[in-house]
C-alpha cells in the first residue's frame, strides 16, 4: 500500500475499522445477508475477488484485479463450461508473473454450468468481476449486489429493455448498500479521452452540432464449435454467443457501444437518464457474413440518434472485410472539431494529447479498487446501462426499420432470454430444419 | 546445381549459440525445393547472382503486387563505430559479415499485402470472382490464420498504401509462410545482418545517406516530419528517395521485423575481422526479438542503420485478453516487416533447424480459428 493512488496504510486502514464497524452494525438490520462479506470479511485488509465467465476477457480482468494496490486475492472462479473454469486458474497466474501467489483458488471454489454465478458470489468474495456473454449480466449483477457484493462488470450490461430496468433497480440497491461497480467502459480510464472531453466540455470547439461514431471492422471471432459438436442447441448457442442476440445483443451492443458510450459522454452529464438520445432511427442488415454458423445477428448497421437539443449523432458498425475500417469517435462544434480520444481542432486551434497513457483496462481496476479501499462513491452501473440502452435502441430500430423514441424503448416488455437457464433447455431462437436461424426484416420484424 | 553457400562452423566462438551450421554440412548439394512448392515462373530460372533483377511479384486472382530488388550477395562492417553520434553500446563491437545474395521488398509489406492473408481477403476475392483453386491456393489455404482482430489495427491512420503494423513477429513469418505457398517463391523475414547490409546499401555511415541528420527529411518518415493535420502517424510506402540500392524507407516509417532474437551482446561473441557467414541470433520465448530501422514515432537518431529495437511485453500491454494475442502487437503501432527471397532456396532441414518459418515461440498459444 505504498503507491500514491490509495492512502497511506495507517488512514486506510482506519478509515476501512471505521466503515466496517458502522456498516457492520447496520448490516442486521437493513440487508441481512451478504453484506458484511464487503467489509473484507476475511479480517485485514484482503479483497477476496470472484470471477464469474473464464472467456479471454475475464481471465484478463482478473489479472488486472489482482494487479492493483493492496492486497488482493482472487479466491473462486466459475463457467459455464468445466474447462473454462478449471483452465482459468493457471491462465490468470500465467499473466501476473510475480504476483501469482495473488490466485489463491482452492479446488473447492471452481464452479462450473448455469448456476455457477450463485456459487462464486456465495463463496465469501468481496467483489465480483462479471465477465460472461452480456445477456446473462442483469441477472449475475441483481444477484450479486443482493449478496452485497462490490462489482466489477464487463459492457454491455444488458441486451434488451428488461435487462436495463433491471440493472437500473439492482444499481439503486449497490448504491443504497454503498457498494462500488465498476463497468468495463474503458475509455473513461483513458488519459487521451479524460482530457480531450474536458477540453470540449470547457468550449474548446464551442457548441456541439454533430457527433460521429464507428465501429467498422471485419468482425470477430468465427465459431468455436459446430452444431454437431455440441450435446444440445443451448450449448451451441452460449458457446458461439456472439451470434445470438439474446446473449451479445448483436455487435452494435457488444462493441459499438464503446462509441455511443462516448459520444453520451461528450454529449450530456453522467447517469441522467435524459442526456442520452431521446430518438433514433436506423438501417441495417446482413449482406456478407451469411453463413448460418453466424446465427442470427446483422453484420452492418447504421443509426442516427438525436439529443434533446436537437443535435445528431451518427453511427456505424459494420463487420464485413476489406471495407473502410475505424474504431472512433469525433465531433463537430460551432468552433472546431475532435476526436475526443486525444485530438482538437479548427481555426486557430490544434491540439493534440501527448502524453503517454497507461492501459485503461488497468486504470479502470485501480480506480474501482481504490475507491473500494476510500469508501469513496463509485459507481458507473447507471451509465453503463443507459450505454447498454442508447445502444439497444439503435438495434431496435435497424432491425424494425421505424423510428422508435428512447421512452418506448426503455419500456418495451419485449424480454429476450430464455424463460429456464438449463442445457436442455429451448433457447430463444431455434433454427430451422436447415440450420438456418431467422434474421430480423425491416419493416416486418416487430421490436417493441 | 553445386552449392555457392557455406555457413561457417566458426562463425562464433561461443559454441553453445545454436548456429545451426551442422545443417551447412548437408549443403554441398543444394538448392532442394522446400515443402514451398516452387511455380515455373521464369524467374525461378535465375541460379546465378548475376542473373538477379528486380521483380514485380503478382498475387494471383487479387490486384496487389509488390516489388523485389536484387540484393549482391558480399560483405559489410555490421554495427556501428563507437564514435557514432546517438549510438547505443549494443551496435557493436563491429564485426565483419558475410551475406548471400537475395531479394528483398522495396517497400515495407502494406496492408493490402497483410490483409489478403490476416482477414482471408484473397480467398474471398477468389471465391467472389469465381477464380480457380489451384495448388499454390490449396497450399496457401491450409497455412494457420491469425483469428480476426477485435479492433481495427490500423488506428485510423490509412490502409490503402499504407504499411501493415500491429503484428508481432509470429504473426509476420506465418505471413511469409502463406506468402511462399501462394506465389510459389520462398519469402522469409531477413535476419538482421541480411537487413542492416541492405540498409547500409554499401554505405558506412550513420545513414545510407550519409552522416548528416539534417538532409533526413528527404530518405525517412521519422518523428520530426511524420505530423499530418496534427496527427503523428504513418505514411504510404515508397514516397521518400530509396537507399542506393533502390529500397524505400529503410530508415523510418515502421520499424522492421527481423529473424533474430535480441541479445544486447550478441555482437561480441564474433571476431572482428574474419566474415560472420549467416549470423542468426535463435529465438525461442516471444521476447525480446528484434525490429530494425526506426520509426515514424522515433527521432532522427533512433532511425540510424545500426539501431536495435528489442520487443517487449509493453508492446501488447493493451491487449484485454488473457493469454494475451499471438498474432496482434496492440501497442506497437509503429512495427511492421518488410520480405526477402533468397536466391538459394534453403533446405527443409535448414529452414527446421534455423527457425527460419514460423515457430511458435515458447509459451504461447495461438487461438486459431477454425473454418
Not at chain 1, 438525436?306 to 469517435?329: A, L, N, T
Not at chain 2, 467472389?128 to 491456393?137: I, N, Q, R
Amino acid at each position: 500500500m505504498s503507491s500514491p493512488d490509495v492512502p497511506q496504510p495507517s488512514a486506510s486502514r482506519r478509515d476501512f475499522l471505521k466503515t466496517s464497524a458502522l456498516a457492520g452494525a447496520g448490516a442486521a438490520l437493513v440487508v441481512p445477508t451478504g453484506f458484511s462479506s464487503s467489509l473484507y470479511a476475511s479480517g485485514d485488509d484482503t479483497i477476496k475477488v470472484g470471477l464469474v465467465g473464464c472467456g479471454g476477457r475475464g481471465t484478463g480482468a482478473a489479472g488486472q484485479a489482482l494487479s492493483t494496490n493492496g492486497n488482493v486475492k482472487l479466491t473462486a472462479v466459475g463457467d459455464a463450461f468445466p474447462e473454462n473454469a478449471r483452465g482459468v486458474v493457471d491462465a490468470v497466474k500465467g499473466g501476473l508473473g510475480a504476483k501469482a501467489d495473488r490466485v489463491q483458488v482452492a479446488p473447492e471454489k471452481i464452479f462450473d454450468g448455469l448456476d455457477a454465478y450463485q456459487k462464486v458470489i456465495d463463496s465469501g468474495v468481496d467483489l465480483v468481476i462479471l465477465a460472461t456473454p452480456p445477456g446473462f449480466r442483469p441477472i449475475h449483477f441483481e444477484y450479486a449486489v443482493k449478496a452485497g457484493k462490490h462489482v466489477f462488470m464487463e459492457k454491455p450490461v444488458a441486451v434488451d429493455a428488461p435487462g436495463v430496468r433491471q440493472v437500473i433497480e439492482a444499481n439503486k440497491i449497490a448504491k443504497a448498500k454503498k457498494l462500488k461497480v465498476g463497468v468495463g467502459l474503458q475509455r473513461h480510464h483513458q488519459a487521451g479521452y479524460l482530457e480531450t472531453i474536458k477540453r470540449i466540455k470547457d468550449g474548446a470547439i464551442g457548441d456541439i452540432i454533430a457527433l460521429r461514431a464507428y465501429w467498422n471492422g471485419g468482425g470477430v471471432w468465427d465459431p468455436r464449435k459446430t452444431r454437431e459438436q455440441c450435446k444440445t442447441e443451448m450449448e451451441y448457442q452460449i458457446l458461439n454467443w456472439y451470434y445470438y442476440v439474446w446473449l451479445s445483443g448483436d455487435h452494435i451492443c457488444e462493441q459499438h457501444i464503446h462509441n455511443l458510450d462516448v459520444c453520451n459522454w461528450v454529449k450530456g452529464g453522467k447517469d441522467k437518464e435524459a442526456d442520452y438520445p431521446v430518438k433514433a432511427n436506423g438501417m441495417g442488415g446482413r449482406q456478407v457474413r451469411i453463413d448460418k454458423k453466424y446465427g442470427e445477428i446483422f453484420d452492418h448497421h447504421y443509426v442516427e440518434y438525436e439529443y434533446k437539443d436537437g443535435s445528431h449523432m451518427y453511427s456505424q458498425c459494420r463487420h464485413i472485410r476489406g471495407c473502410w475500417d475505424s474504431v472512433s469517435e469525433s465531433v463537430d462544434g460551432t468552433k472546431g472539431s475532435s476526436n475526443p480520444g486525444g485530438s482538437i481542432s479548427g481555426p486557430g486551434i490544434d491540439w493534440q494529447y501527448k502524453e503517454r497513457q497507461k492501459d485503461p483496462y488497468q486504470v479502470e481496476h485501480d480506480d474501482l479498487f481504490a475507491a473500494i479501499r476510500k469508501g469513496t462513491d463509485y459507481n458507473e452501473g447507471d451509465n453503463g446501462a443507459y450505454s447498454s440502452m442508447t445502444a439497444i435502441l439503435g438495434r431496435l430500430c435497424t432491425y424494425s426499420g421505424k423510428e422508435i423514441t428512447w421512452e418506448q424503448a426503455i419500456n418495451s416488455d419485449v424480454n429476450l432470454m430464455p424463460t429456464k437457464f438449463t442445457w436442455d433447455a429451448d433457447p430463444p431462437v431455434k433454427p430451422n430444419a436447415n440450420g438456418v436461424y431467422p434474421v430480423a426484416v425491416p419493416g416486418l420484424t416487430k421490436v417493441l | 546445381m553445386l552449392s555457392t553457400c557455406s555457413f561457417g562452423l566458426n562463425a562464433f566462438r561461443d559454441g553453445a549459440y545454436r548456429l545451426s551450421c551442422l545443417v551447412a554440412l548437408a549443403l554441398t548439394v543444394v538448392c532442394v525445393i522446400g515443402s514451398a512448392p516452387l511455380s515455373s515462373a521464369a524467374d525461378d530460372l535465375v541460379k546465378t547472382e548475376a542473373q538477379m533483377k528486380p521483380y514485380v511479384q503478382e498475387m494471383r486472382n487479387t490486384t496487389v503486387k509488390f516489388s523485389m530488388v536484387p540484393i549482391p550477395g558480399g560483405e559489410f562492417m555490421m554495427g556501428s563505430p563507437a564514435t557514432e553520434a546517438n549510438r547505443n553500446e549494443d551496435e557493436g563491437p563491429q564485426h565483419k559479415v558475410k551475406v548471400e545474395p537475395f531479394w528483398m521488398g522495396k517497400t515495407e509489406v502494406t496492408w493490402d499485402e497483410f490483409e489478403l492473408w490476416s482477414i482471408r481477403l484473397e480467398r474471398a476475392q477468389r471465391d467472389f470472382g469465381g477464380a480457380e483453386t489451384g495448388p499454390l491456393e490449396k497450399a496457401a489455404d491450409a497455412v494457420t490464420k491469425p483469428t480476426n482482430p477485435y479492433t481495427d489495427m490500423s488506428f485510423d491512420m490509412g490502409k490503402d498504401g499504407y504499411p501493415a503494423i500491429c503484428m508481432t513477429q509470429h504473426a509476420a513469418k506465418t505471413y511469409c509462410e502463406w506468402l511462399s505457398a501462394k506465389t510459389g517463391h520462398y519469402y522469409r523475414l531477413p535476419t538482421e545482418a541480411e537487413w542492416e547490409y541492405a540498409c547500409r546499401a554499401g554505405t558506412t555511415t550513420a545513414f545510407s545517406f550519409g552522416d548528416d541528420e539534417s538532409k533526413i527529411d528527404d530518405y525517412a518518415w521519422h518523428k520530426g516530419d511524420s505530423t499530418e493535420k496534427g496527427k503523428l502517424k504513418y505514411h504510404k510506402v515508397g514516397k521518400k528517395k530509396p537507399n542506393p540500392w533502390g529500397l524505400h524507407d529503410m530508415h523510418g516509417n515502421v520499424a522492421e521485423w527481423v529473424q533474430d532474437k535480441y541479445e544486447p551482446d550478441f555482437y561480441s561473441k564474433f571476431k572482428p575481422n574474419e566474415a560472420a557467414k549467416f549470423p542468426l541470433c535463435i529465438a525461442d520465448e516471444e521476447y525480446p526479438r528484434v525490429a530494425r530501422g526506426g520509426a515514424w514515432d522515433r527521432s532522427a537518431g533512433e532511425c540510424r542503420s545500426a539501431v536495435r529495437l528489442a520487443s517487449d511485453p509493453e508492446w501488447k500491454v493493451q491487449d484485454p485478453q488473457n493469454p494475451k494475442s499471438a498474432w496482434y502487437m496492440t501497442d506497437a503501432l509503429w512495427v511492421g516487416f518488410r520480405v526477402v527471397r533468397p536466391l538459394r532456396t534453403p533446405s527443409d532441414e535448414e529452414r527446421k533447424n534455423l527457425q527460419l518459418d514460423a515457430t511458435v515461440p515458447k509459451g504461447v498459444k495461438p487461438r486459431i480459428t477454425i473454418e
